[in-house]
């Protein structure tokens, strides 16, 4: 024991005062620790606390799911490239002479960057190998998709067919469809959002940047009249078709088919434009902050899910279709469809929404 008012620190488990011996000579009569079995007493404590969090995992099935993409979205930055390459091709939709297309798992960037240990540019090599041997030229991305954006991804096995197919998605003659659960619905069923879309610096106690509509028409305060305003240099079009599939539960299921292809385009005309933000979308919750996505009772109830627990809820944006043109012949058209991944899926069930026939084949 170490004296009221002295001072003493704690190493490995044991109490040391300053100017103090580790070991008492009482201490290591009875039991010598050597060196080397101090170092594995202390790699043994380490492991167990290791695997102390595994064990605690939550009873409750909402909250299991939550954990475990939390787990999944984890491992896949710690995951070996070979490993990662080999589930991509495990989830291969398509291959020909020309391209692979590949069902992109949630959390996983397209690109590298800070802090991030695992992209799908970095496999891309390994997997060309896996597919067509040792001395396969690297695959090529023609497209991106955000990190949490599950779906749909168009690889490339020649630098001219990339060219190409970037191309098509540049001129806007690649069909696009995405699937999104969102908190609330559009006041319309089906319509076009054409608003453009800027990049601002939100100011407030956490500065922070994020995609934002830069309109071309606004509202007099006065008369209530629509006026047109000079268009902001830095605005880019964006223009976004969009279908509600299926509501209840104060959500709703949204197809979405962006005809341009700006950054975050599709989660801003959802969340700003159309007043109906995607489910699991916290950086658009808000403007002035960040903070996690609030739900309504009801969709909470559904979920099975605490407000304070919602911080969890990973980005519900599916691409689910993608169809290339191959020619004026319609039959040469390459349509690839995937499903939603597993977590979509029990939320759309959870929330009593209808599970759309394309989804289902």
């Known amino acids: 024991m170490v004296a009221p008012g002295s001072v003493a620190w704690r190493i490995g488990g044991f109490a040391v005062k300053p100017g103090g011996r580790l070991f008492s000579h009482s201490q290591c009569a009875a039991a010598p620790l050597t060196a080397e079995k101090l170092a594995e007493k202390i790699r043994a404590q380490k492991r167990e606390q290791e695997k102390k969090p595994a064990r605690e995992v939550p009873k409750d099935p909402v909250r299991r799911r939550v954990h475990e993409l939390i787990q999944f979205s984890q491992q896949l930055q710690r995951v070996h490239p070979n490993v990662l390459a080999k589930a991509l091709k495990n ?107 800027i990049e601002k610096e939100v100011v407030s106690n ?92 009801k969709a909470l109830k559904r979920l099975g899910l605490e407000q304070a627990k919602v911080r969890h809820l990973p980005l519900h944006l599916h691409a689910h279709a993608l169809t290339l043109p191959g020619g004026d012949e319609e039959e040469k058209k390459i349509h690839i469809v995937c499903r939603p991944p597993h977590f979509f899926s029990r939320s759309l069930k959870c929330l009593k929404l209808d599970f759309p026939e394309a989804g289902k084949e």
């Not at 223009?239 to 950054?263: D, F, I």
Request: charged content about 20%; hydrophobic content about 35%; aromatic content about 6%.
């Open 206 to 297: 956490q500065p922070h940047y994020k995609m934002t509509l830069a309109p071309n028409y606004r509202i007099s305060h006065e008369d209530g009249k629509t006026f047109k305003v000079r268009r902001h240099r830095d605005a880019q079009v964006a223009v976004t078709r969009y279908q509600v599939l299926s509501s209840a539960s104060s959500c709703s299921l949204v197809e979405l088919q962006p005809v341009t292809g700006v950054k975050h385009q599709l989660r801003v005309h959802l969340a700003y434009g159309l007043g109906c933000t995607v489910l699991g979308d916290h950086k658009y919750s808000h403007w002035s902050k960040l903070a996690p996505q609030k739900l309504p009772g």
């Open 91 to 197: 989830g291969i939709l398509l291959q020909n002479k020309e391209i692979v297309v590949i069902n992109k798992p949630y959390g996983l960037p397209v690109h590298g960057g800070p802090g991030i240990k695992s992209c799908i540019t970095d496999v891309l090599p390994i997997l060309a190998k896996m597919l067509d041997g040792m001395k396969a030229e690297p695959l090529h991305l023609c497209h991106r998709l955000d990190k949490e954006t599950t779906g749909v991804m168009v690889l490339a096995r020649d630098q001219e067919t990339a060219h190409r197919i970037q191309e098509l998605f540049r001129t806007r003659q690649v069909e696009k469809k995405y699937w999104a659960i969102c908190v609330g619905a559009p006041e319309s069923t089906d319509g076009v959002v054409e608003i453009p879309i």
